[in-house]
């Protein structure tokens, strides 16, 4: 069965760092597009950033210059390197995959319903 498991998050004070792991299992493709999500408590899910399979990434403003999504083909593990976090980070992070090619791969332009398969999430607590 295709599955996708997040890892690596925990509570860090702001300004402090976190790598979240996403192991890809069960797929039979190397998929189009993969991203990170956000979703705090009694909110709906966000794009945090978004990977394609060419290599090419984008991520959300809120982000940008702070986070970087990364892919090791050779492990199926997607990552998101999460540095200077601040409390408004706070949230369950969610991987997810698709191979739909319907629209560019990327925030904004590739959304939460485009996509196939989701983790279970991670959760990230930033303190001051």
């Known amino acids: 069965q295709v599955q996708l498991v997040e890892s690596g998050g925990g509570s860090v004070q702001a300004g402090g760092s976190l790598r979240l792991s996403c192991a890809a299992s069960g797929f039979t493709y190397d998929p189009y597009c993969m991203g990170w999500y956000l979703q705090a408590l009694g909110n709906v899910r966000e794009g945090v950033a978004a990977i394609g399979n060419d290599g090419g990434t984008s991520y959300a403003d809120s982000v940008k210059g702070r986070f970087a999504i990364s892919k090791d083909n050779a492990k199926n593990t997607l990552y998101l390197q999460m540095n200077s976090l601040k409390p408004e980070d706070t949230a369950v992070y969610y991987c997810?995959?698709?191979?739909?090619?319907?629209?560019?791969?990327?925030?904004?332009?590739?959304?939460?319903?485009?996509?196939?398969?989701w983790g279970q999430g991670t959760q990230v607590t930033v303190s001051l």
């Open positions: 997810a995959a698709s191979n739909w090619r319907g629209a560019r791969c990327g925030v904004g332009t590739f959304t939460s319903y485009q996509y196939q398969v």
